[in-house]
């Protein structure tokens, strides 16, 4: 698939699915605080992130095109010191798209892990080229004291450029899309995204940011430590299942039956979508479709893109 179309695709192929495209997207909604000096903005794209440091904002992910006042609006409520970061967690449109409404501002420097950076300066389809001000490959430190932010890479997963941002004074992590959502998420092949690497990409991130008390997903409300490892440990399930499953010569539905019969997983294999993201499709759709990514992965083909899967094509429970 095109880039162009896959990025259309991202935007809004996972609404279409579900109807949501018709009631309208979901618009910014109000800021919540997560900790002293956090704060997630929702709604309109992925989450927005605001770290309040002594003299300054860092923002993480600027949701959809056109956000960028409401998203300011929002931090007005909070502060009134300017925004001179804004970091990306990863290339989609619903996270970049407003970056220009901040970048335009002296001294504004955007940062952005290098696969991403490349991603963004290129653009695509209807959505315009980024500026990257500063990238990294794998790790590098803002700030120092109760004003350091941290920005660290592991690995593939939902993209090949997705960004672990971490606040050690607040014990808060954004870990974007490849936690979007409390399920199995989108996988998208053509930015590199890999199944059956994003086990080993989370672990890492939970085993080198040890004081990540919270971790914040890049859509959806903010986890504790311990769901995250819980998501973790679902997501290494499906990998390990789907492995174990195509060895035999079974195929994806085989292995959604056995995902079934862990009761643990339970939470991660829900037929109904999760509040207040009916575009993300259910959880269980999710782990079905990743099921299938993972076996052309397996095969050694190219996994296709899907956003969402109609209901009646996913397998009925055993
Ligand atoms: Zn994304």
């Known amino acids: 698939m095109q880039r162009a179309v896959v990025l259309s695709a991202i935007v809004l192929g996972g609404m279409a699915v579900t109807g949501v495209m018709a009631q309208g997207l979901p618009g910014i909604e109000e800021a919540e605080q997560v900790s002293e000096n956090v704060w997630r903005i929702p709604g309109a794209g992925g989450n927005s992130v605001v770290f309040v440091r002594s003299e300054d904002v860092v923002l993480v992910d600027t949701k959809l095109p056109n956000s960028g006042e409401s998203i300011l609006a929002e931090i007005r409520k909070i502060t009134d010191k300017p925004v001179t970061y804004v970091i990306n967690t990863h290339s989609h449109p619903d996270h970049v798209g407003s970056n220009a409404f901040f970048a335009e501002n002296d001294g504004v420097q955007v940062v952005a892990q290098a696969n991403t950076a490349a991603r963004m300066r290129e653009g695509g389809g209807p959505f315009p080229p980024n500026r990257v001000d500063m990238e990294f490959t794998n790790y590098r430190a803002i700030g120092e004291g109760a004003d350091k932010v941290e920005v660290h890479y592991f690995g593939a997963g939902h993209t090949d ?16 899309d490849i936690y979007a959502w409390h399920m199995s998420p989108l996988i998208d092949p053509a930015s590199g995204g890999s199944m059956l690497a994003l086990p080993t990409t989370v672990t890492a991130a939970y085993y080198n940011v040890p004081d990540a008390e919270t971790v914040l997903a890049g859509h959806g409300s903010a986890h504790t430590r311990e769901e995250f490892l819980s998501w973790i440990t679902f997501n290494r399930g499906l990998v390990q299942v789907a492995e174990q499953t195509a060895q035999m010569g079974g195929t994806p539905e085989d292995a959604l039956a056995r995902l079934e019969g862990v009761p643990s997983f ?24 990743n ?23 996913i397998p009925p429970r055993q």
């Open 266 to 289: 339970a939470i991660f294999m829900g037929d109904e979508p999760l509040p207040g993201l009916e575009y993300g499709g259910t959880p269980r759709g999710r782990a079905y479709i």
């Open 291 to 313: 099921l299938m990514v993972a076996f052309e992965e397996l095969r050694g083909e190219e996994a296709q893109l899907r956003m969402g899967i109609d209901p009646s094509e």
């Open 161 to 176: 450029g997705d960004a672990f941002i971490f606040f050690p004074e607040d014990k808060v992590m954004m870990a974007g």
